[in-house]
């Protein structure tokens, strides 16, 4: 855009804490992080917090018990995310050298039967919202492998008919030897050919959570070493139609099991090797609220062994239920929540196994995982067809950020208290590349969110003489775009909401934000609406124009362009020397008919008696400029202030707006609440 020059004094030294203050009283507050804060070591949940902890803790994207010690289990963290449907894109990326977070979507049907698919260091394959399935085949962890986190996933039935003790295969469903920091959760295992899951030969630091173990003779064993290294964490996870190593830990440093599930244990008569939980060789164990019903041997110990349980409820059982030595205590490793042992059969039934919910959002820690928001944007595949949150920690990131076309589906999300904590910023005018060029965000890809940040260009054009000095934080190309309690910083063209081309509508929804500029700072041809927000039009110093707020490019045969609702307006420009916007032709196209209706929202002294102004020889009377029910000392209603007529109220709303073709509606979603 070409525009009357933006000059004014330098504003970039006022503190983000001012505009906090300007509207605590006016918005929405920050985002409050899904995760739950962390509870005391050890302590137990009252009865009626037992589900929303059990539910907590199954979002959560980093491990908690032994894998999350030393150093901690981050997975494929860092790395590319891939989404796999067969068995050669699968082996390929589970045994690539850099990391990668694989997403299995449906079954996958492993050749030969029982056949390995090789896992090496630092990846995560994680189940599509309960849909990825391994069949007929083993993942299998060599020794040196390390980082390692499979959640998510069904793997089954690579059991051999006859073979009740799996005597002649070796087709588990996950094996590992000599392997560290592994992550095993939300798993359902069942009907393999040897054990469910075997964690062999001085395997370290792992944790096994939230996993059902079903249908078979051999379920989860530790150990098959003289050594005594292993630490494992097993909570959570519910043991029903299994006959044996539930789990059987052999020579374990440490073994914390608490929370698990064991019923419907296998009833074969066996007077030995029908068992629940067994310290084996010198294993130290630890068995808390955990609940057996109809098991034979709950828990027992080897002589050399040591066993120590606590709050734990045993139904219809037998035999067994061995006790002695001080083992350890857990919390002198990590803090943990207990869950009441009544609860137990409840919840883990419930909450273990694979989780429509899980899969489906993939996040990615911004700096903790990728250095920069730049390098998590391009860890996403092209084509996204799954939720994709970066979680972007408190600070300054001094960098352009560009989301594709082709990477839709995404979530910036802000995680410190305030929106002022985490910002996005860049110093580029228009004059090094047009309006491109100086954008700090451009978002051209569908279906993005942008939570709890700020996004600001602070070039300053009063330091400048340049032929182009608008500077843009944001521009926005794509369809069904969300601002949510968002800032955008700058002076001449902070904001761009635009589309691909004129005749293409793309819709954009902004709530309980706040906007600041002086000239044109926002404007596009995307329908947008502006609901709940505050509008700080900058002074330039002048006595008789400060500028513009809007310059709308409304496609002409698209009745809906800028709406600005339920807002408020602010300016430290003088009564009577503001815009409320006027009509941008790019390049002279006819066919670009502004619509701006300012609805329900105050408006400052600042304002103009006649707000609207022509541009580049367009009248402003041939665009579609209206107010309705505009209040404050800049309100009023006059020959030069078209009025939205009541009659016509029904047809321009929010829903009207974004409705578009297919229904869209953020504002009776998550940000409509």
């Not at 802000?414 to 965000?441: C, E, K």
């Not at 004129?502 to 709530?511: E, G, P």
């Amino acid at each position: 855009m070409t525009h009357l020059r933006s000059k004014r004094l330098s504003h970039r030294g006022r503190a983000f804490a001012a505009v906090t203050a300007l509207i605590a009283s006016f918005v929405v507050g920050a985002f409050t992080p899904a995760e739950a804060a962390a509870e005391p070591a050890g302590t137990a949940a009252r009865p009626a917090e037992a589900s929303r902890s059990f539910a907590a803790s199954r979002w959560t994207d980093r491990p908690h018990g032994f894998a999350s010690l030393d150093g901690g289990t981050t997975g494929g963290a860092g790395g590319k995310v891939v989404t796999v449907t067969d068995q050669a894109s699968l082996a390929q990326y589970a045994s690539a050298e850099e990391p990668y977070v694989i997403r299995v979507a449906g079954a996958i049907d492993v050749e030969p039967f029982g056949s390995d698919i090789v896992v090496t260091s630092n990846k995560t394959i994680i189940g599509v919202g309960g849909t990825g399935e391994i069949v007929h085949g083993e993942l299998h962890l060599n020794p040196g492998t390390s980082n390692v986190i499979i959640r998510n996933l069904t793997i089954r039935d690579s059991y051999v008919e006859g073979d009740w003790d799996g005597k002649t295969t070796d087709f588990d469903a996950i094996q590992m030897d000599t392997v560290d920091h592994v992550w095993i959760d939300h798993n359902r295992f069942e009907r393999m050919g040897d054990g469910l899951l075997d964690i062999r030969k001085d395997s370290r630091y792992v944790t096994v959570s939230y996993n059902q173990f079903k249908n078979h003779n051999k379920a989860l064993g530790i150990g098959w070493t003289t050594n005594v290294q292993t630490e494992i964490t097993i909570d959570h996870n519910w043991f029903t139609g299994t006959k044996q190593r539930n789990p059987s830990a052999d020579n374990c440093a440490y073994a914390h099991l608490y929370n698990n599930y064991l019923s419907a244990q296998v009833a074969d008569g066996d007077p030995v090797w029908t068992y629940g939980n067994w310290s084996r060789g010198k294993t130290r164990m630890v068995i808390e609220n955990s609940y057996y019903d109809g098991v034979q041997h709950p828990y027992q110990a080897d002589a050399t062994a040591e066993l120590v349980q606590r709050g734990s409820i045993l139904k219809n059982v037998g035999g067994r239920q061995d006790a002695w030595g001080t083992a350890f205590d857990p919390k002198d490793f990590y803090a943990y929540r207990l869950d009441p042992a009544a609860a137990v059969p409840a919840l883990v039934t419930r909450l273990s196994g694979p989780q429509k919910g899980l899969g489906t959002n993939t996040v990615l820690n911004v700096p903790g995982d990728y250095p920069t928001v730049q390098a998590a944007v391009d860890a996403v595949p092209a084509g996204n067809d799954g939720t994709v949150t970066l979680r972007i920690a408190p600070g300054t990131y001094r960098a352009k950020v560009l989301v594709p076309a082709n990477k839709p589906n995404l979530v910036l999300q802000g995680t410190g208290q305030d929106r002022s904590d985490t910002v996005i910023v860049h110093d580029t005018p228009a004059a090094y590349g047009g309006s491109n060029g100086s954008a700090t965000v451009r978002i051209l890809a569908s279906d993005v969110t942008a939570r709890n940040l700020t996004f600001s260009n602070d070039f300053d054009e009063a330091a400048h003489e340049l032929n182009g000095e608008q500077a843009l934080a944001v521009k926005t190309t794509g369809d069904r775009i969300v601002f949510e309690n968002t800032a955008f910083l700058g002076n001449q063209d902070t904001l761009m909401t635009d589309s691909p081309k004129l005749d293409v509508i793309s819709r954009v929804y902004i709530r309980d934000s706040y906007i600041e500029g002086d000239v044109d700072f926002i404007y596009g041809r995307a329908t947008t609406v502006i609901e709940r927000s505050l509008i700080k039009a900058l002074s330039r110093g002048s006595d008789s124009n400060n500028g513009y707020i809007t310059a709308a490019s409304t496609w002409k045969d698209n009745p809906y362009g800028f709406l600005i609702t339920r807002s408020k307006v602010v300016s430290d420009a003088p009564a009577g020397t503001y815009h409320l916007g006027r009509p941008w032709h790019p390049g002279g196209e006819p066919n670009a008919v502004a619509q701006v209706l300012f609805r329900d929202t105050e408006l400052p002294a600042a304002i103009k008696s006649s707000p609207w102004t022509d541009m580049s020889g367009f009248s402003w009377k041939d665009a579609r400029f209206t107010e309705y029910r505009t209040y404050g000392p800049g309100a009023g209603v006059t020959a030069d202030r078209p009025q939205l007529d009541g009659s016509d109220a029904s047809t321009y709303t929010v829903t009207k707006y974004l409705a578009g073709t297919d229904g869209w509606a953020p504002h009776l979603g998550r940000a409509g609440r």
